[in-house]
């Protein structure tokens, strides 16, 4: 009996241990999280430490470096975005599902951009965030291509133009660079995209 004591009490202080630890990661991606989109896009690991409430030695015993960081960021923020992305496009016409792309991409844009401006920074001194911003390219330019009719992929110019009008860069450039708002860059937006239509028709 007092064996299944011990047995049970060495079983809760584990428990108690991992939960311990999956919160104290938690609370540095957390952490990461609010200092990238509180402005600072390139923070350092004791910088992350000390919004997190936990020590240097914390940060590296969940992280072997701020790629692998990174890496959990992205993942966490990909699970957030993809049942928005995922959802089928409903617009009748070719046109009103590029339309109804661009509202879906500025949701998602304004919710990713500071993680992405922050990633921008690095992905030069970095392998996984360079590959992983040649695959959200990629990924924007397929899916794209899955709303634009035929007439429009098989004319290179215009396609690349529907490609660049709709991509996270543009964006960026509208919000950050130039300090839209966010009802100006999507006035800028909708009136690309009317002349795009225009110049397919």
């Known amino acids: 009996m007092s064996m299944n004591r011990s047995e049970d009490t060495g079983t809760l202080v584990e428990d108690g241990r991992r939960l311990r630890s999956e919160r ?3 609370k540095i991606i957390d952490a990461m999280f609010q200092l990238v989109r ?3 896009y390139d923070p350092s690991v004791a910088r992350v430490a000390e919004c997190a409430g936990v020590g240097l030695r914390t940060v590296f015993r969940h992280f072997d470096d701020v ?10 923020m990909e699970a957030g975005i993809l049942p928005e992305i995922a959802k089928p496009l409903t617009a009748d016409t070719w046109q009103g599902r590029v339309k109804e792309m661009m509202a879906r991409r500025i949701r998602v844009f ?3 951009m500071p ?6 920074v690095r992905r030069f001194r970095s392998d996984f965030l360079m590959a992983n911003h040649t695959r959200f390219v990629s990924h924007e330019s397929a899916a794209l ?3 634009l009719p035929q007439e429009v992929l098989d004319n ?8 660049i009008a709709l991509s996270f860069d543009t964006w960026r450039r509208l ?12 006035t800028v937006l909708e009136t690309m995209l009317d002349a795009l239509i225009a110049a397919a028709e």
């Open 67 to 76: 790629d692998t960081l990174y890496q959990e960021m992205s993942s966490q």
């Open 110 to 112: 304004e919710d990713v």
């Open 38 to 40: 509180g402005g600072e």
């Open 24 to 26: 104290n990661r938690q």
């Open 156 to 163: 290179e110019p215009l396609k690349n133009s529907f490609d």
């Open 115 to 120: 993680v992405k401006i922050c990633a921008g």
């Open 145 to 147: 291509a899955l709303a």
């Open 175 to 186: 919000r950050q660079d130039q300090s839209f708002s966010r009802a100006k860059a999507t």
